[in-house]
C-alpha cells in the first residue's frame, strides 16, 4: 500500500449514475486486476473505496456509480483536481489460476475490475468471454471496450431493453473452465448455484480504514473470517458462504 497524490484528468458521465475517473500519478503499487484504491474527499472522515479499472504506467481508470453524499462530491470534481489515495490496496485475481477459458461475469458497477482482468488473461495468452449484466440499457456500459478487446461479450439486462432479457445467468455461454465474478451479492449467489466451475468472486463490504487495520469488513468464511480489504476483496469462490 502507498499514499500518493493523483490528478483528474477526466471525470464524466458514461451511464445514468455512472462516471469514468481517468487519473495521472504512481500506480508502481498496483500490481494485479481487483485491487482497489482508497479517496480521500474533502470534509469526509471516511474515505471513498474504488476498484481500479485498468492501470498503465503513471495513470489509472477507475469507475464509480453515484450512490451517496460522498460519490455525489467526487462526481462534482473538475479535471486538474488533485486526489489523496491509498493505492495498491487488497487481493486481486490470480491470473494464473483461471483456466483456458474464464468466464467474466460483471453485474453493473462490478463490470470495471473485470475489464482489467480481461487485459491480463489475453496477455497470458488464454480466453475471456464476458457477461455484462444491468437492470436497463442506461445502465449498460464498457460493452464497447470488451468487444474492442475482441473479448466475446454479451449484455443482459433485467427489463430486457438491451440485450439479454433477465440476468447474468440467463446469459451464461456454454462452455468455460473457470469463473471470475464481480457484482452485487444476489447476483454472485445466483452465479455460484447456477454453475460449479471453479473460480474467484470478488466481495463488496462496508469499510473503515481499508487496510486490516479496522476489522470492520470482517466477514465469516469457510475455515474461519477474512477482512475483505486486506485477505480480499478477491476470494476463492469455495470459500464463500451464502
Keep these: 500500500m502507498q499514499q500518493r497524490v493523483f490528478t483528474i484528468a477526466e471525470n464524466a458521465p458514461v ?17 494485479a486486476p481487483g485491487q482497489f484504491v482508497d479517496i ?3 470534509g469526509r472522515f471516511l474515505r471513498r473505496p474504488v476498484s481500479v479499472c485498468s492501470w498503465s504506467d503513471g495513470a489509472l481508470t477507475l469507475y464509480y456509480k453515484v450512490a451517496g453524499a460522498g460519490t455525489a462530491q467526487l462526481s462534482t470534481l473538475a479535471p486538474g483536481t488533485e486526489l489523496d489515495l491509498l493505492v495498491g490496496l487488497g487481493n486481486g485475481f490470480d491470473v494464473a489460476a483461471c483456466g483456458e477459458t474464464t468466464l467474466l461475469a460483471g453485474g453493473g458497477i462490478g463490470v470495471a475490475p473485470l475489464f482489467g482482468l480481461a487485459k491480463c488473461l489475453l496477455s497470458a495468452g488464454k480466453t475471456p468471454v464476458a457477461v455484462l449484466g444491468f437492470n436497463t440499457a442506461e445502465d449498460v456500459f464498457y460493452e464497447n471496450e470488451f468487444k474492442a478487446l475482441g473479448v466475446q461479450t454479451v449484455i443482459a439486462t433485467a427489463d430486457g431493453s438491451r440485450g439479454t432479457r433477465g440476468f447474468v445467468i440467463d446469459a451464461l455461454p456454454e462452455r468455460f473452465d473457470t469463473v471470475c465474478a464481480c457484482g452485487p451479492m444476489p447476483m454472485l449467489k445466483a452465479l455460484c448455484a447456477k454453475t460449479d466451475k471453479p473460480g474467484q468472486i470478488s466481495l463488496e463490504a462496508r469499510m473503515g480504514c481499508g487496510f486490516g487495520a479496522c476489522m470492520g469488513c470482517t466477514v465469516k468464511v469457510k475455515g474461519g473470517y ?13 470459500a464463500v458462504i451464502w
Excluded at 15 to 31: C, E, P, Q, W
Excluded at 226 to 238: A, F, H, N, T, Y
Aim: hydrophobic share 35%.
Design 15 to 31: 451511464a445514468r449514475d455512472t462516471y469514468r475517473l481517468h487519473l495521472t500519478g504512481d500506480t508502481a503499487a498496483i500490481t
Design 40 to 42: 480521500r474527499l474533502a
Design 226 to 238: 477474512k477482512r475483505i480489504c486486506k485477505d480480499g476483496p478477491v476470494l476463492v469462490r469455495e
